[in-house]
């Protein structure tokens, strides 16, 4: 099994300029004077420019290989001389009788020879036939609203109809007529109907409600959580200690009636123990297990479970009696500082160098490419490469062929487009 010790990569492109076709006109639009067909022939013409990468180059159309979707009404013509000797001039012709949109096709060719290309270009036509001639609308002349009161939902009085709305009691309708008359044919009638509904009865009247006249918050401290304290109570809240509670009481009066009086409590809990607290410096030192006063700590307060580290030595101790410097004692613990590891050997890496850059362009150049092996910040040539191993050079991952060594020659017809060159020290 072959060790690859370290690889490096360069990726090569062949820029070569593509061949691009526009249409000066690629699409048309003919009104037709007839609602089944054009009508009147009529024309539209289109030229093919031809670009490789930007630069403007000469192309050719043939007249018989153009391809229309209508061959019957639509044909094209071909003119390549003088100002269009470069880009032919075609005109399409649409006959009179083509009846609906279609396309032509163009093959624009570019070169000649084993070297021609072929593009093909598609124009579009599109022919709007003439719609058929609608029947004549009527338009409205007048509209009369008149009304009148009934005894039915349903069926209209037929009574006098009035120009105002006649009153109605309970029990009766008032129905309204709508009499639309047009500029020609007949007149069109249309009917609404409204019942007059019975009054209900009143209801009863409401409780007369009260109003939030004034509100009144004191305060007591008690010692039970459920029952309120019998004392007097002040006007702003009083200090508590651990184990007592601070009662609120509000008294709400009413514009009427009696006053409603409601109580909350809060309690007053016991200070916890602090937690433990690290320091760090030089003064305790040693591994003894044995709690031990230090009395240069400089520690005023310490606490049994404190932490200390020694930032010299790395050792740390916790606090076993609390109390100041002179009175704390301190016993080991362990060493956080970990053994140091051996030495690293010196790492290898490579890199790739070009003479030629890595861009060619339309499929011509060439250049070569060279690996560089380096260690402990030097590059490694001659025998001393030998004994690390052998260069082996691929291309877009699969080994090239007896190419091993330092440089790798690479010619534009060697890269289509993009191929990625790797170089691995294999050994």
């Not at 084993?114 to 036939?129: C, E, P, Q, R």
């Not at 861009?359 to 560089?372: D, E, Q, V, Y």
Request: aromatic share 8%; net charge neutral.
């Amino acid at each position: 099994m072959t060790t690859v010790r370290q690889t490096a990569e360069v990726t090569v492109n062949d820029l070569s300029d593509a061949y691009s076709v526009t249409l000066t006109n690629e699409a048309a639009s003919f009104k037709a004077t007839s609602d089944t067909k054009l009508g009147t022939a009529a024309t539209a013409t289109t030229k093919p420019q031809a670009f490789r990468g930007t630069e403007a180059v000469s192309c050719s159309v043939s007249q018989s290989s153009c391809v229309c979707s209508d061959s019957t009404n639509v044909s094209v013509s071909v003119n390549s001389t003088g100002d269009n000797a470069t880009w032919p001039l075609l005109t399409i012709t649409i006959g009179a009788n083509a009846n609906s949109s279609g396309t032509v096709t163009i093959p624009v060719v570019i070169g000649s020879g084993g070297d021609a290309i072929t593009i093909n270009k598609v124009f579009s036509y599109s022919i709007a036939l003439k719609g058929t001639t609608g029947s004549a609308g009527k338009g409205i002349s007048s509209a009369t609203v008149t009304y009148q009161k009934g005894t039915s939902a349903t069926t209209a009085p037929t009574g006098t109809w009035q120009s105002t709305p006649p009153a109605t009691s309970v029990g009766e309708y008032l129905w309204t007529k709508t009499v639309i008359s047009y500029t020609s044919g007949d007149p069109t009638t249309m009917y609404s109907v409204a019942a007059h509904g019975a009054t209900g009865s009143q209801g009863e009247t409401g409780a007369t409600g009260r109003g939030v006249s004034s509100t009144e918050v004191k305060y007591q401290v008690g010692t039970s959580a459920t029952t309120a304290p019998t004392g007097t109570w002040q006007s702003s809240p009083q200090a508590t200690t651990a184990g007592q509670y601070l009662w609120t009481r509000t008294v709400t009066n009413y514009t009427s009636g009696d006053p409603t009086t409601s109580y909350s409590v809060a309690a007053h809990g016991a200070t916890g123990t602090d937690g433990g607290r690290w320091y760090s410096g030089t003064a305790i030192t040693g591994t003894s297990t044995t709690p031990t006063v230090f009395s240069g700590s400089g520690i005023t307060s310490a606490v049994v479970g404190d932490m200390y580290m020694n930032t010299s030595t790395y050792n740390t101790y916790r606090c076993t009696l609390a109390g100041n410097a002179s009175t704390a004692k301190w016993a080991y613990v362990n060493n956080v500082k970990g053994a140091q590891g051996d030495p690293g050997a010196d790492g290898v890496s490579m890199s790739i160098t070009s003479n030629n850059g890595t861009t060619f362009r339309n499929n011509s150049g060439s250049t070569t490419l060279t690996a560089h092996v380096w260690q402990s910040g030097a590059e490694v040539t001659g025998s001393a490469l030998t004994a690390m191993g052998t260069i082996q050079w691929y291309k877009d991952g699969t080994a090239i062929s007896g190419a091993t060594g330092a440089t790798l020659t690479v010619s534009a017809s060697d890269v289509s487009v993009k191929a990625v060159y790797t170089a691995k020290l294999e050994g």
